[in-house]
């Protein structure tokens, strides 16, 4: 697929998305929201790629919303298509059997934040700023926001956020658990990729089952999540990983992961 609003880029494993549309502080349109869909979809299937970073092209933002200008004259259903559209693309990337991680570099707002959410680990730049601004312009968040939002820092500060569309900074967005880290803007893309890199030395089938237990585990009550889980532990088992990672352990060497 060819891509005119993300620049994607794969070295050892590590593949980085840019969402590139710097003219609207990388605002999400609907094409944008077509190729993000496709990237994921090529990036999941992709044996060469191990793990995926999402940014954001320039200095000022990862992505500042689903894009006004375009959304202003929709009709009530092609504004549902438009959220329907969005939520696969969250979706795509949180069911992603890679690990995600957000290298937040500026302005995550509306749809930047849910963009955000929907990855496994968020790293923000000291610069990045957060925000589900849409009741100023008379609307909700309408790519997961209002759900991905309070399952994450919990229902009483979502909804402060929700209803007060106040913007907060990345060391206050660090106090609420909405990002993991904060680091310098000149270290960010580093620091996400040196993470990448952590998690790549780790035994492959473990770290996609990893994340499959934690995403599919909390929608489900405590007994199913933990049967789940045994499950999904079994299933370990039948991997040559499980063999490897604890026969270096054994031997006291490094494992050599086949990622089967
Ligand atoms: N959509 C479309 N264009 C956008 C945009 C957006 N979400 N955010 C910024 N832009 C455009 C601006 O219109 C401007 O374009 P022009 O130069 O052609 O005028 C350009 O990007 C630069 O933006 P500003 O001049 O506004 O830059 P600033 O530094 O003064 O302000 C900002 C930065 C605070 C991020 C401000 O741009 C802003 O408030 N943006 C909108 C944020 C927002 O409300 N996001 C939520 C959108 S709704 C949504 O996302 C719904 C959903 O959940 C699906």
Redesign the pocket.
């Known amino acids: 697929m060819k891509f005119e609003n993300l620049l994607i880029e794969t070295v050892e494993g590590i593949a980085v998305v840019t969402v590139n549309r710097p003219?609207?502080?990388n605002?999400l349109n609907q094409q944008t929201l077509v190729e993000l869909q496709g990237a994921f979809a090529d990036l999941s299937n992709n044996e060469a790629v191990q793990v995926i970073i999402l940014t954001g092209s320039g200095e000022k933002?990862f992505v500042?919303?689903?894009?006004?200008?375009a959304m202003q004259p929709l009709s009530a259903l092609d504004a549902r298509q438009f959220?329907k559209l969005?939520h696969e693309v969250m979706g795509a990337i949180e069911k992603s059997p890679k690990p995600v991680i957000a290298a937040v570099n500026g302005?995550a707002?509306?749809?930047g934040c849910?963009l955000a959410l929907a990855c496994d680990i968020r790293l923000a730049s000291e610069k990045a700023r957060f925000g589900q601004?849409?009741v100023?312009?008379g609307?909700i968040?309408?790519?997961g926001?209002t759900q991905r939002l309070a399952r994450l820092v919990g229902k009483g500060v979502a909804l402060e956020l929700l209803l007060t569309g106040d913007l907060i900074d990345a060391a206050e967005a660090y106090r609420i658990g909405l990002v993991n880290k904060v680091v310098p803007q000149a270290e960010l893309l580093e620091a996400a990729k040196k993470m990448a890199a952590r998690i790549l030395s780790k035994g492959p089938c473990a770290v996609k089952l990893a994340k499959e237990a934690v995403r599919n585990g909390l929608e489900m009550d405590l007994d199913k999540a933990n049967q789940y889980e045994a499950d999904l532990f079994g299933l370990c088992f039948a991997s040559s990983d499980q063999k490897e990672g604890m026969q270096a352990f054994l031997e006291k060497r490094t494992p050599r992961f086949q990622g089967n």
């Open positions: 003219q609207a502080l605002a933002a500042a919303g689903a894009d006004i200008a959220a969005g302005f707002l509306g749809g849910e601004p849409e100023n312009l609307v968040p309408g790519f926001g």
